[in-house]
């Protein structure tokens, strides 16, 4: 699609792993035998939600908020309220929405999860960017 819009435009495909969990930037190994609740604000969350289902059979996937969602007080409090309603503290959202909520779940019970995600682009890429900057492959 971006291709048929910007002909001129280079576009590279990248590999997507993910990593594990993470609270800050420290590995999290959360007991799958216990509920969790997930958020996100990204335009295509399934990929984000049956990843951290495949990991968690006891996920809640509590709410998709639109993509680049401001959060507020008031959405932590409704996550806040579903997770106390499972009776858990384990919240998970992606790398994006975590920096973006972490300062409103300070001072919170709840620990707030990434799902690491990573991307590794191809040899192609590297070798149009070492051309554009007039480099040679190392």
Same mark, same amino acid.
């Given at each position: ?8 435009t ?6 997507? @792993?993910?990593e594990? !969990?993470?609270s %800050?930037?420290?590995?999290? !190994? ?11 604000? $990204? ?7 049956? @990843?951290? %289902? ?12 639109? #993509? *680049? *969602?401001?959060?507020?007080?008031? #959405?932590?409090?409704? $996550?806040?309220? =579903? ?8 919240? $998970?959202?992606? #790398? ?8 409103? !779940? @300070? ?8 799902? =690491?995600?990573?991307? *590794?682009?191809?040899? @192609? ?9 007039? =480099?040679?492959?190392?």
């Amino acid at each position: 699609l971006l291709q048929q819009k910007f002909p001129k435009t280079p576009a590279f495909e990248a590999d997507l @792993e993910y990593e594990g !969990f993470f609270s %800050a930037n420290q590995a999290f !190994f959360p007991d799958p035998s216990q509920f969790a609740i997930s958020f996100c604000a $990204i335009a295509s969350p399934q990929r984000f939600v049956s @990843e951290v %289902a495949s990991r968690l059979p006891k996920l809640e996937h509590f709410k998709s908020f639109s #993509d *680049h *969602h401001r959060y507020t007080k008031q #959405d932590v409090e409704q $996550i806040r309220l =579903r997770a106390e309603e499972l009776g858990t503290q384990t919240v $998970i959202t992606t #790398d994006k929405d975590w920096f973006k909520v972490a300062p409103l !779940f @300070e001072g919170s019970q709840l620990r707030l999860v990434s799902l =690491r995600q990573v991307y *590794h682009l191809k040899a @192609e890429f590297w070798d149009w960017l070492y051309a554009k900057l007039g =480099r040679s492959v190392a």
